[in-house]
């Protein structure tokens, strides 16, 4: 199957030629033609699947071939998305794509002076890439006028419910003609988008590529147990050991994701945040340095990673656990992109199971543990019993110290039932076989890191040997 074979007109094909697509990705082959026929269209498709142009090269084309020797430029195609990377993702696309087809973009958001979008919106625009809440800002203020939409995108839908934007969303959508094409795309779908899709969709087609709720094959994945406070240092050597050269690192909250940046710089390891507290320069200025490969961890809240496409992002790690297994699966879905292998790694700090098995049950398998340095050994605990026994810290104040794991774990006494679990309180000897059963079990254990831990007990374990004969 090729672009021409999806009946794309030449000066787009061009286009698609330059950026250097060779053929079109599943999403484009099923939606293209909906859309090219002007059909509604609920689209179930993930970032990372070429969505953005299913749905820009097919407006771009009815844009052109319905194009009339006006004066004036006005706004017929409208694309609301959730944040200013997705926006400024999608601006360019449209640019890329339009280069032929004599069809002009803007792209408006909050968070910056609205005088530049004020000045690109005078030259008139054919297509409005927007957030919902500057776009209101400037429908009240008379900038912006709707009235000639005849072509509705609502991208990363689900994400708008997340992020509050679903009110202004329905207010938006009262200023625009009913006669229009409207096209819905989500990861997910909540009820809330089902029932958003019933109001504004016409006989939609739906179009589906990675099924909703399921990973995505290629990434391998992989969880880390990990006391919280050796998370940094493990994230150190994890850098080294697999010799990662750009990793988007996950963590929830903009306080934390400042601390890691500090740290991480700290080790001589380049990192820079992205979260909602950083300017719109700072946030464009750390995407386009890790972009350019010239820092090497881009620290992450969800709100301000979602929808960043970054080619060859090879891991994603998760520092702290999201909330939601669709927040996992939205996390996962920025590496592993265009046929390239992506790892997934997650650090689980024992208050983190609970999280970790609402994970395994939406994406219906369990994650490979990997056997490392500072892992927690397994046990047969129920998850929420320990979970609440254990008030106190697990571990003490010493300073990290690389490879070298951690026996100042006070025991804990908790009776052994079904489900396995974790807990801290083992002996020396279950820790060692708890890490040999562990170990074949992925391929992604760190063979160096583990080696070095073996050693590291073998002192230790002589000892204990010594003083056994002694003892005789
Ligand atoms: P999206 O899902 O729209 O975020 O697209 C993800 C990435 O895939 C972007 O970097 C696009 O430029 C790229 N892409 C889109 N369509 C194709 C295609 N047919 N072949 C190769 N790459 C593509």
């Given at each position: 199957m090729t672009f021409r074979d999806l009946n794309i007109i030449d000066p787009i094909l061009k286009s698609i030629a330059i950026a250097g697509y060779k053929e079109p990705t599943p999403i484009q082959v099923e939606a293209i033609p909906v859309l090219l026929s002007k059909k509604d269209i609920l689209g179930s498709a993930q970032?990372?699947?070429?969505k953005t142009a299913a749905f820009a090269i097919p407006i771009l084309q009815n844009l052109f071939l319905e194009?009339?020797?006006?004066?004036r430029r006005t706004t017929k195609a409208l694309i609301l998305t959730p944040t200013r990377e997705l926006a400024s993702q999608i601006y360019e696309n449209f640019t890329l794509y339009a280069k032929f087809v004599n069809q002009r973009s803007a792209v408006i958001y909050g968070g910056v002076s609205q005088k530049k979008q004020e000045e690109a919106l005078a030259k008139g625009v054919d297509v409005l890439i927007a957030t919902p809440g500057r776009l209101l800002d400037l429908m009240y203020q008379g900038?912006?006028?709707?009235?000639?939409?005849s072509y509705l995108v609502l991208d990363e839908a689900d994400r708008m419910l997340d992020m509050g934007f679903i009110k202004d969303v329905n207010k938006i959508i009262?200023?625009?003609?009913?006669?229009r094409q409207t096209m819905l795309f989500s990861a997910t779908m909540p009820k809330e988008i089902e029932m958003l899709s019933k109001t504004i969709l016409k006989d939609p087609i739906r179009v589906s590529i990675v099924p909703v709720n399921q990973t995505i094959d290629v990434i391998e994945q992989s969880i880390y147990h990990v006391n919280k406070t050796k998370k940094t240092q493990l994230l150190l050597d994890l850098i080294s050991e697999y010799k990662m050269k750009s990793v988007l690192v996950f963590m929830r909250t903009k306080h934390t994701a400042n601390r890691l940046v500090t740290e991480l710089t700290k080790a001589n390891v380049s990192a820079e945040p992205i979260h909602g507290n950083k300017s719109q320069s700072a946030r464009e200025r750390a995407l386009l340095n890790f972009k350019k490969g010239r820092t090497t961890v881009l620290v992450a809240t969800d709100i301000a990673a979602r929808g960043i496409d970054i080619e060859a992002l090879s891991f994603v790690v998760n520092y702290d656990l999201p909330e939601t297994g669709e927040t996992y699966i939205h996390r996962m879905g920025?590496?592993?992109?265009?046929?390239l292998d992506g790892k997934a790694i997650s650090l689980c700090d024992p208050k983190e199971r609970s999280l970790l098995n609402d994970i395994e049950k939406h994406i219906k398998m369990e994650i490979p543990v990997v056997a490392h340095p500072y892992a927690i050994v397994l046990d047969n605990t129920p998850k929420s019993e320990s979970t609440k026994k254990s008030?106190?810290?697990?571990?003490?104040?010493?300073q990290f110290n690389s490879l070298k794991p951690d026996y100042s774990i006070k025991p804990r006494k908790t009776p052994s039932t079904k489900k396995p679990y974790i807990n801290e309180d083992k002996t020396e000897k279950n820790e060692m076989n708890s890490l040999k059963n562990l170990a074949?079990?992925?391929?992604?254990?760190p063979a160096k890191a583990v080696a070095a831990y073996k050693s590291a007990q073998q002192p230790k374990r002589n000892q204990n040997n010594k003083n056994r004969r002694a003892v005789k």
């Open positions: 970032t990372g699947t070429g194009q009339k020797e006006t004066l900038i912006i006028k709707l009235n000639e939409v009262e200023f625009i003609p009913t006669q920025r590496t592993g992109r265009a046929g008030s106190k810290p697990q571990t003490s104040n010493k074949p079990k992925s391929k992604f254990a």
